[in-house]
Structure formats: C-alpha cells, structure tokens
C-alpha cells in the first residue's frame, strides 16, 4: 500500500485558474515537503514543514502556497496558473530532524493550457 | 548550480556489464543521497553516503563519497534489465532543513 498518497495523479487547467495538490502521508513522520520536477530540469526543492510549520520556502513565487490542515497533510494550493508551471509536483516526509532521506510520492501530474 | 553536471546523461549498457555514474558538487554537503526514479514514478533512495564514509554498499551497488574533491559515485555491479531508470544524485543543504538538491540525473538503459 502507498504510504504517501497523491491525489490526483493527473491534473488538466487552464491559464489562470486554481488547483490544489493533495499529500497525505501515513508513515509517521513530522516533516513533509514539496517538489518540483519540469521537463528537462533537476528535481527542485519548494518547501519544507515540520509539525505544520513551515521551515524553508524556496519558491519565489506568492501563487504557491503550501497548506497542512493535519499533521499528516500537506496539500499545495497554485493560484493564477500559468503554463510555466506544468510539471510533475511530489510530496515527501521524512522522520526526525531532517537527518534521514526523505521518502516521495507518486507525484501529481499537471499540465496547464 | 550545485552541481558540476547541466545535461541529462544516458547510458546504455547490456546485461550483465558494470556501470559507473558520477557527480559533481561545488559546495559543502554531509551527505550525499542516490535516488533512482523509474518511469512515472516517484524517486526513491537506493543508497547515501555520509561525509565520514569514503564508501558504502548495498547489494550491487556501492557509493564512493570524495570530499576533497567534492564528487560522488554509484557503481551498479552485473547490471539487470531492472535496473534501468534514471539515477540522481542529491546533496542537502546541512542543518537548515533537509532540502535536497538534485543533479539533472543519468538515464541508464539495461539491454538484454
């Protein structure tokens, strides 16, 4: 069984609406996080959140807005889509204090038109 | 960049050979993670080497950790058509957090 599940795995907008990435992880861990993969690019680090408090944002961008409503979730609102901003996105958690590797998803794949 | 790397890198081996990808970094790093990630699928760690491990091993595979001069390997012994995905390696950024940053990777072909 999945021990980090991603929902939808496919994903269809159009330019300017706004999704929400869902990432529910039943593994036990405290930290979760968020990633980008787009076509030709390094798998790219966005945020970090230990006990729904969020750690590190390295993404520029206000339209990404990362939201944990339980421990365990970590879901990922974009606002204002663009096409730039199809890629496949994963969610990871990982246990303690950031020493140990973090586990990934499945990943949600999404394509903006 | 992090890493010395910019182009995805494909390899293609027959059954049976040994392969060796290599990575670069340019800046400090405890440790460093190898993940492998198949099609459609999520990256999933094979190996990781810490700063004080010159090499580790895990079945087939065995990772090399040169601090000196900052590179990495992972070395897949008797290769297996199952063993064909695209490998990345990934350095964190220390104890702000466990924020991987990730090489472009090396696609790695196994022919029967």
């Known amino acids: 069984d999945p021990k980090i599940i991603q929902k939808p795995k496919y994903l269809v907008a159009v330019t300017g609406s706004e999704k929400i990435l869902i990432c529910e992880q039943y593994l036990g861990h405290n930290a979760m996080y968020w990633y980008r993969q787009s076509a030709k690019k390094p798998l790219e680090f966005m945020f970090s959140?230990?006990?729904?408090?969020?750690?590190d944002n390295q993404t520029a961008s206000s339209r990404f807005q990362p939201q944990s409503s339980k421990k365990n979730h970590l879901d990922l609102q974009i606002t204002a889509l663009k096409p730039d901003d199809s890629a496949t996105y994963f969610c990871?958690?990982?246990?303690?204090?950031?020493?140990?590797?973090?586990?990934f998803g499945e990943g949600t794949r999404l394509s903006v038109l | 960049s992090q890493w010395g790397e910019e182009n995805l890198q494909a390899l293609s081996i027959q059954e049976g050979e040994d392969v060796t990808m290599n990575c670069s970094y340019k800046?400090?790093?405890?440790?460093v993670h190898w993940y492998r990630q198949d099609s459609g699928r999520g990256p999933a760690l094979i190996i990781l080497i810490r700063s004080n491990e010159r090499e580790k091993r895990s079945g087939r595979l065995r990772a090399t950790l040169d601090t000196s001069s900052q590179s990495s390997s992972l070395s897949i012994t008797a290769a297996q058509c199952e063993d064909t995905a695209v490998y990345f390696c990934a350095t964190d950024y220390g104890s702000s957090g466990n924020k991987l940053i990730f090489g472009i990777g090396t696609l790695l072909s196994v022919k029967p």
């Open positions: 990871a958690s990982s246990q303690g204090d950031f020493n140990q590797a973090p586990l």
């Open positions: 959140y230990s006990y729904q408090k969020l750690m």
């Open positions: 800046t400090y790093t405890t440790v």
